[in-house]
């Protein structure tokens, strides 16, 4: 599959507990994004990278959350002392940077409970 | 405001009925666009590229409004399995790279 790949699927956590996202992206993809997605709303960015360069991050984004991609491939994004309020399908997607598609993963749902 | 918004849903339409989707967008720096489809607890997908000039495929014909600000995506023929969430999106100009996604229209086709 030479798809997005995110793992895992589904996470259920408790509420003050650290968690961790992967993405995978297409390979050639350069870029590479996460958003966040609540029931009945279209998705929220958080963040954006062009190779390993984090290129912006959303001003909504607590300190809690960050993301990495250290050598331009894979990125993982975390959460610090999570809140049920951080309930939501974590999405990330790439593109070609010169391109203006973008090709998303299957999602990570997190559930804190 | 946000910077995308869609017309409210659900639209529920008779199947070979022919649907209308509005968005509009408030940054005029705003470069590209584009239609994407969700299915229910699915990622979203790419339906279409919206261009200047118009375009269709199959089915399914865009348009931009730059004067406007203003995208459409009209759907003909409507097949049950069109029923789906379709997402307003743009992208570049002064707000980056991002994708900005509108709020999602939900269509049900019903038999």
């Known amino acids: 599959d030479t798809g997005v790949s995110q793992d895992p699927r589904h996470k259920i956590t408790k509420r003050g507990q650290n968690v961790t996202f992967r993405c995978d992206p297409i390979?050639?993809?350069?870029?590479l994004y996460w958003y966040r997605q609540t029931l009945g709303q279209g998705p929220e960015f958080l963040t954006y990278f062009q190779n390993e360069a984090q290129l912006e991050k959303s001003r909504l984004l607590s300190d809690r959350f960050s993301a990495e991609r250290p050598k331009g491939s894979f990125s993982t994004l975390e959460i610090q002392r999570t809140e049920q309020g951080d309930s939501a399908m974590y999405l990330c997607?790439?593109?070609?940077?010169?391109?203006?598609?973008?090709?998303f993963g299957q999602g990570t749902r997190l559930t804190v409970v | 405001r946000k910077e995308v918004e869609q017309d409210p849903g659900p639209f529920n339409v008779p199947e070979g009925a022919t649907v209308a989707f509005n968005c509009t967008y408030s940054?005029?720096?705003?470069?590209?666009f584009f239609w994407y489809r969700q299915d229910c607890r699915k990622e979203p997908k790419l339906l279409m590229s919206v261009y200047s000039s118009g375009n269709e495929d199959g089915r399914f014909t865009a348009q931009l409004n730059r004067a406007s600000q203003y995208i459409s995506l009209l759907i003909r023929d409507s097949k049950l399995s069109d029923s789906a969430t379709y997402l307003c999106v743009s992208k570049g100009g002064n707000q980056g790279g991002k994708l900005i996604f509108g709020q999602g229209t939900e269509l049900s086709v019903k038999p």
């Open positions: 997607a790439s593109s070609l940077a010169e391109a203006t598609e973008a090709f």
């Open positions: 390979s050639e993809h350069n870029r």
């Open positions: 940054n005029s720096a705003s470069q590209s």
